[in-house]
């Protein structure tokens, strides 16, 4: 195994001053003595904070400036892999790009549980010596199980059930010798990938393949934009690299953005690779959560697939980083440490030396400057594979179809739904809106039901039987009395959910069959996962969603998609408006016609067929949208073609956020060396969320200037009140 990180490891002995990064919210790396036997850089680390024991891990010497005559001793060595000092320098660079503690990083790395405990035992058994002609029937059948085992280790349970008789029987054999009882690790390696041959790469996928495949072997720093369609093979091709990195004897990780896509995903590694992946996401056990940190750092998994944060796992040699869906906003982590997994993803590939791949069918407009920067390559996988296109994309002119108040499917759009149900095929309609209706009125005075703890209305949602806020998950019953005007009967549902529209699809299509797919309306990633498994297999003619339809899943059925409000994303003012809308409108309209055999149709329902975005949708003119998009930008100096960075501060009393928020605004002599602007203090879009007041400021600088530098300047001159929650944003996604 290459060992490409190359630094000096310094090893300390007992008594030497070491430095210890801690997870708990102190501003320093502390000082302490190396314990008895010494340790090294990396090494997790149990020291003494006051009356407490707490995780560390040692981050280089002491720094000597503490009072010699307090500091104290080292607890003990954990027993784990020390982190690396690739895994240190990322945590540290991240940090520093994010504006981080290093604790609140050093968190991330260290999410398992029974860290430093010592390897988890279990009993098992397995043949040991000659086995003796004279057996007892019951003893035979230990034999025979343990033989049908080849070998592996076997726990107490497991062969008392494959032999079918009682644990005496097996202590017994274990007595005569003839069967060996032992100590094992809990935490087993995954099992080996097979790296053989995948399909064969057909057109454009076979040069992409090719590179790709290069840099692994090559076991440098590359960026890539691998840019197709929906089902042009892009997972294919860089399957193609991470078996190459198989093959080198290191290891791979695959962010996906979305745990639902997983099944899918590590179905086809199966498929291709002969056993599963090990996967790492909010789902996983805690017991194989535990397994997986561990055999990461100690190279018994080959190939992870995770969330986000599977970024800062403890691999013991990372070859190959691929971000699937790149453009995803769920990448960027909105709560507790601010980050965004595709840049991060860039950096660990960086500083490990290793190849990143950046997968998308509508790259983030990020990537796309990058690529014209020079900075990533772009790979294009030019049509699907096989003969299946883009489907046919139109517009159904809303102003002219004449629906009722309480509909949302144009004649139009109907009619298609009815052709392609008769032919046994299937139509999703598209809605981004989960519940029933996303107000509740008052006929009488007009108020609109809101939530007591944040500025948002309350949505209902039909199947719980209640109002629920989207921002944080409080609900209460629908009132029957206006909580106004206590007037009664009057309360009205406005506007759609996808749990309305079902409602609508149930009543004109009385005989198909409905599926809705919206993240509230599943307890599980598992029971989702299977209603997605079901509905690929023709378990539903028409399927109702949200955006998570949008996020790669294959509906070979599917070969049309009719979009109930297109305008959705392009009202409001955030600067990826139409970036968003772009992207989605072509996500789901990819679901349609996946297959050679079937042509699909996507028709987008819109009040304003005229608007730019809505015409380069159905132009299908990519390279003109992101060119013009690009200028937009470029010319107001926005992101990616300047920096930005909202500062949050937010607090249970509204004029001391303000008067912060002020006060901020005023001592700005650091952001103005570096020649940038700030605006607010604004309240928030969302002015208040769980009982806090919320004020946003927004930083705008020059592409190239130090922002990270000049902020953190500038907030050291303050002290927050103690009631105050201050976070900073760098290139902020949302600016709710
Ligand atoms: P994407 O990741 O771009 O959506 P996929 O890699 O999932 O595309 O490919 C779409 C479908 O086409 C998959 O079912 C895949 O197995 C199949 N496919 C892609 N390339 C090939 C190939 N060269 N030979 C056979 N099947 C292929
Ligand atoms: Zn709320």
Not at 518 to 537: H, N, P, T, Y
Not at 551 to 564: D, Q, R, S
Not at 687 to 698: D, E, K, S, T
Not at 701 to 724: C, H, M, N, S, V
């Amino acid at each position: 195994m290459s060992e490409r990180f190359q630094v000096v490891e310094r090893v300390y002995r007992a008594g030497d001053l070491v430095g210890v990064l801690t997870t708990e919210p102190l501003g320093r790396v502390l000082d302490y003595r190396a314990p008895e036997g010494g340790c090294g850089d990396g090494d997790f680390v149990e020291v003494p904070l006051g009356p407490r024991r707490v995780l560390g891990v040692v981050w280089g010497p002491g720094r000597g400036d503490f009072d010699p005559a307090r500091i104290r001793p080292v607890n003990r060595v954990l027993d784990a892999r020390p982190m690396r000092a690739e895994l240190r320098s990322f945590l540290t660079r991240a940090a520093e790009y994010t504006l981080t503690p290093l604790p609140a990083m050093l968190r991330l790395a260290t999410r398992t549980p029974g860290l430093g405990e010592p390897a988890s035992m279990r009993r098992v058994y397995r043949l040991a010596g000659p086995v003796p002609n004279q057996l007892t029937e019951a003893r035979h059948r230990v034999v025979e199980a343990l033989r049908a085992f080849g070998g592996l280790p076997v726990t107490l349970g497991e062969l008392v059930e494959a032999a079918a008789c009682g644990a005496s029987v097996v202590k017994g054999l274990v007595k005569l010798g003839v069967v060996a009882e032992e100590d094992a690790p809990r935490d087993t390696p995954y099992p080996r990938l097979q790296a053989a041959k995948g399909m064969r790469l057909e057109g454009d996928q076979v040069a992409a393949g090719d590179a790709l495949v290069a840099d692994v072997a090559r076991g440098a720093y590359a960026a890539t934009l691998l840019k197709g369609v929906t089902g042009s093979g892009k997972t294919e091709v860089y399957l193609e690299a991470v078996a190459e990195c198989l093959r080198q004897g290191r290891q791979a990780l695959v962010l996906l953005p979305e745990i639902a896509l997983t099944a899918e995903f590590l179905t086809r590694v199966e498929a291709r690779f002969g056993a599963k992946p090990a996967e790492w996401h909010s789902g996983v056990t805690m017991t194989e959560r535990r397994r997986l940190w561990r055999m990461v750092s100690e190279g018994g998994a080959e190939l992870v697939v995770g969330a986000r944060s599977a970024l800062f796992l403890p691999f013991r040699d990372l070859g190959l980083i691929v971000v699937d869906e790149e453009h995803d906003t769920s990448y960027k982590q909105e709560e507790g440490v601010l980050y965004n997994a595709r840049d991060m993803a860039v950096l660990r590939a960086a500083i490990c030396g290793c190849p990143v791949v950046l997968a998308s069918a509508t790259p983030s407009l990020e990537t796309w400057a990058n690529v014209e920067a020079g900075k990533y390559r772009r790979l294009d996988l030019g049509s699907r594979y096989g003969a299946a296109e883009m489907p046919e994309m139109r517009a159904i002119d809303m102003r002219a179809e004449k629906l009722p108040g309480d509909r949302w499917i144009s004649e139009t759009l109907a009619g298609k739904v009815r052709d392609v149900v008769a032919r046994g095929e299937q139509a999703l309609l598209f809605l981004n809106r989960r519940g029933f209706a996303p107000v509740t009125l008052c006929r009488a005075c007009g108020h609109q039901v809101g939530c007591d703890h944040c500025d948002a209305r309350m949505v209902e949602h039909r199947f719980q039987k209640r109002l629920v806020c989207h921002q944080c998950g409080a609900t209460k019953p629908v009132p029957v009395a206006c909580p106004s005007c206590g007037v009664e009967g009057r309360m009205a549902a406005v506007g759609p959910g996808v749990e309305r529209l079902a409602e609508e699809v149930a009543v004109r299509f009385p005989d198909a069959r409905v599926a809705v797919l919206s993240s509230d309306l599943f307890g599980s990633a598992r029971a989702l996962k299977e209603k997605i498994a079901e509905i690929s297999a023709g378990g539903a003619d028409i399927i109702i969603g949200t955006q998570i339809v949008a996020k790669g899943h294959n509906f070979p059925l599917l070969t049309l998609v009719g979009v109930i409000d297109a305008d959705l994303g392009l009202q409001g003012s955030d600067l990826r408006a139409a970036e968003r809308t772009f992207q989605l409108m072509r996500q789901v309209a990819g679901r349609a016609g996946r297959t050679a055999e079937r042509k699909g149709e996507a028709w987008l329902q819109t009040h304003q067929p005229e608007h730019p975005v809505i015409r380069a949708i159905l132009g299908g003119d990519e390279e003109a949208f992101w060119r013009a998009e690009a200028a937009e930008r470029r010319a107001s100096g926005v992101p990616p073609y300047g920096r930005m960075a909202g500062i949050i501060l937010s607090s249970t009393d509204v004029a001391q956020v303000f008067d912060f928020g002020g006060e901020l605004a005023r001592r700005i002599e650091p952001l103005r060396r570096i020649g940038a602007e700030v605006w607010g203090p604004a309240p928030a879009p969302i002015a208040r969320v769980r009982g806090r007041h919320r004020v946003r400021l927004l930083v705008k600088a020059e592409k190239g200037a130090p922002l990270q530098a000049a902020i953190a300047e500038w907030l050291a001159q303050f002290k927050l009140p103690r009631d105050l929650r201050l976070a900073v944003d760098i290139d902020p996604q949302s600016f709710l």
